[in-house]
């Protein structure tokens, strides 16, 4: 199949997402929809750094699981490279998805216990049948996050919680691909080993230059891993724009509220 | 968190439970797989009557005869020796197919969902609620007097709770990031099921399988016992209750012949209480909060 | 001035599978009655533990050594532990998650109930009249007393929980990471919330955090707490504008600040597990301005009043 070239790697378009429950009392006959985000129109384009913010609950988690393949909307369409995802067959769909390098949010949850850290990061180029293993290529990847060689051999229960994030996120890099997608990828880490992954994603992306789409709640992060930032706020997004125009000037209620926070802590310690 | 076996063993070995209970365990597997050539009679084990029966009926224990004779005359201790091989054989093969067909169902309903899922919450429910007794009954009357009526009926009961607890595992798993990025990664479902599911759950579902050998083995003999599995003659303790209770005279055996009743019953209390140790003590070392150590309050 | 809570060299381990892990390795601390402390450290560097010690929450299995006192009451006294009339009456706790905290089936009125009951064994009008006042304090109102603890936003749970701890009348408040499992934006408010019970109040509060920008905010004095030790300890301007420990300057630099896009200066290697004894300083395999002398844990250094380091380098300080 020809890969169409185009700017826009991710797209989405008028996508309303949630899920179907059963509420309580008498409206248990009929299942409604409670819906978690509406009207999303998202686009990352080639090697565009994107931060989605928003409060915890606001569907940031959800939105990824509906560019990951994993959760189809109600309405809308998302777009992968001008394909429409959620229209092709599942074999189809595999394959435009391992372009997509996913970095999940809790690093100890993420790791299967029972395989050795080698037979995790091979897992991809495994399940594209790609049956010789390119031993050089793992241990250069293993070598750019900073782990020391020796870890292919140990088990994630062995690892502490910053290099089991730099695990996954070696293992997103294995496919070499053109978007990453990190879920909060420094709120499970303590502070001193935050610097170390947020400078290890910005040296990734000075190397690599993928589109890189990042969730989080913490704007300290966003400022230094974004070219534009999407607010969203009561299952919308609220605002949108580069990171400087956005921070400096803020229109949503979120960001407003998110700014001040910061700035009256720093006031104070000035 | 899931442990390396040899912690595990390691950790269990420093018990004393552990190792009366493995001792137990060993013994019983040495007499089921040596048992023809260890015992002094076992054509009589096997249920064959002796030339000179009449002579020989109801014997106490004594230095020729240990356990003593049954009804028949035939040399009990070689009777109960060999039924230590029935006994395991009944025991491993329902539970390791109750297991294997468990955990394949199981976990295929939480990893694919949808109907599979409804299905297999259905037929437990359904399965779990009939007493295995009434099993045993139509599978007697349909297939008539054998080992395999017992064993049929224990799996068709067992297979629906291995079933739900490989299920509720499952589930826990099936949500984890690593299954997701295995998904992701357009990793074959089956190799999934395997790697990611299967593997996680497999040390608890052994250690509960372990734990169960003593419920089973206690169900087995019940159905024996009931007369509802193998015929009498049958080297199997369950079924040696049987003889003694139903065939010596009822009540009446415990003053005339007790040897029919105490001993067959001692080996079933000891297997049972063997594998119950083995299996507690494999279960403390897995499960996170049993490992808060009660007996570390001096 | 009184002294509200006196510790020396004391030390917290835990009985885990016939190994003894210890938490807290000796910390010397005294914290001045009506005065914030705020304890910062990482995850694994005994803080929590600490704070469990001075509640008196700590588990059956722990070891203690060491002294702690509270105003004049010895709690820990070698191996020995004694929290009578101490949790609930001198000491409060402020949890961590509260929606893990707060029972599920009880509304915020029966907690008050229960809270009071058994302090002050009260009855239910008096102590829902306790409860209105006090959660007008937490700018809380009313109709919060009829809610079950889902109901209400994390937030507003953690303001509940804040209440539940002053209307014990307790006088030292433990607040342990009181704003981890509150989103970014809304920190401030409860930290700032904190800071004014506590002068209004005049309590003894001692926050536990890992998150130096906002909660220094209210601190009168800051601890920084590593692996188990107190390394640095201070009037906050002070620690703040002129820190006397590399991991104090090196946490300073390496915490992202909204704003200030200044460089990202992470600390290299990982916070020592700890089962391993050290005689050297704990600090070592990470600091960049190690010599010889470091080989033998730092005794404590006196910067000035009320400002200790324990760095051979403390007085010299070439990070500054």
Redesign the interface.
Known sequence: MAMKTTDHIIKLENVTVGYLATPPGIKSLIRTRYIVLKNINLRVSRSERVTIVG??GSGKTTLLRVI???LKPFTGRVFIHEYDIYRLPWRER??I??K?G?V???PF???????RVRD?LR??L???GIRKYEESKIRSLVKLVGLPENVLEMYP?EL?G??RQRALIA?ALV?EPEVLILDEPTSAL???????I??LINEIYEKFKPAILLVT?????A??IADRIVVIENKEIVEEGPVDVV?NNPQSH?MK??????????D??E | ??QRLSTTLNRSFKKTRFKIGLAISLLVIFLAIFAPYIVPRPQEGLGYVPYDAEAKKLLPPSTEYLFGTDLLGRDLFSRVIMGARTALLQVSIVVIVSLLLGLLLGVMAAYFKGLIEVLLNYFTEIFMAMPTIVIALVLRLTLGHGIHVTALSLILTWWAWYARISYVYARGVVE???V?????????SFKIIY??VI??IIQPLIVQAITDLGSVLLEAAAINFLGLGVQPGYPEWGVILYEGVFYGGGVEVFTRAPWLIVFPGLFLLLTTLGFSLLGDCLREEIDPQLRRRWHLWF | MVLAIVMENLKVGYIIEDEVFWAVKGVDLVVEEGTTLCIIG??GCGKSTLASAITGILPPYALTDGKLKLYDRIVISGQLRNYSDVRGKITAYIPQNPGTSLNPFLTVEDHFYYVLKSNFKSSRDFSKKIAIEILSKVNLNSSVLEKYPHELS?GMQQRVVIALALATNAQILVADEPTSFI???????II?LLGRLQRELKKTLIVIT?D???T??ICDYIAIMYAGKVVEIGPREKV?RNPRHPYTK??LE????????KQ?????G??PSLSKEYQACLFLDRCPYKNRECHSDPQVQVIENSHYSKCWKAREAPWL
Do not use: W
Request: aromatic share 6%; no cysteine.
């Open positions: 409060g915890s990951l393949g994993l595999v394959k998805l391992r997509i996913y999940p949010q809790d949850k993420s790791l299967n216990p029972m395989l995790i897992e991809p495994e399940a594209r229960e502490s910053g290099m293992r496919s303590d502070v001193s080993v935050q610097a170390q947020i400078n709640h913490d704007l300290s992060i400022q230094y921070l979120f509220m998110a700014i001040s926070s910061y700035k009256g802590s720093i104070r310690l | 968190m899931i984890l990031d690593y997701i990025l295995a998904k992701l990664a357009g990793l074959h790697r990611h593997l996680n | 990482e995850s994390g989103d970014a934006y809304l920190r401030l408010q700032e890992h130096l920008l906002t220094s905010i703040l090196m946490l390496t915490t992202p600040i909204l704003g200030a896009k990202l200066k992470p600390i290299p990982e916070p």
